[in-house]
Nanobody, 119 residues
Framework: QVQLVESGGGLVQPGGSLRLSCAASGSGFSINVMGWYRQAPGKERELVARITSGGSTNYADSVKGRFTISRDSAKNTVYLQMNSLKPEDTAVYYC?????????????WGQGTQVTVSS
């Protein structure tokens, strides 16, 4: 199976920056889209940003101009650079990947990493 391991969350003051990483591992797989979602307490999980194998990106309106998603296909890793963080960015951030494994589609999630923006 394909597994995702996230890192880089933590506590940061408003206006600060964090960089999240998510590495995919497994055998016989290719990745189509990798993305980051977040879920705040009492709220539904929402898309933050995603990037396709061709490099096309999509962002939630709330993070445009502050967050940047990038991808290292050779390392099967996706990054989320978060700048100008706000308290409302506080959430558990989840990595997601989908693609094919041995020609069968898959869709997997990471375990989540907590991001807390507070003074």
């Amino acid at each position: 199976q394909v597994q995702l391991v996230e890192s880089g969350g933590g506590l940061v003051q408003p206006g600060g920056s964090l960089r999240l990483s998510c590495a995919a591992s497994g055998s016989g797989f290719s990745i189509n889209v990798m993305g980051w979602y977040r879920q705040a307490p009492g709220k539904e999980r929402e898309l933050v940003a995603r990037i396709t194998s061709g490099g096309s990106t999509n962002y939630a309106d709330s993070v445009k101009g502050r967050f940047t998603i990038s991808r290292d296909s050779a390392k099967n890793t996706v990054y989320l650079q978060m700048n100008s963080l706000k308290p409302e960015d506080t959430a558990v951030y989840y990595c997601n990947a989908n693609g094919l494994r041995f020609l069968l589609p898959y869709n997997v999630w990471g375990q989540g990493t907590q991001v807390t923006v507070s003074s």
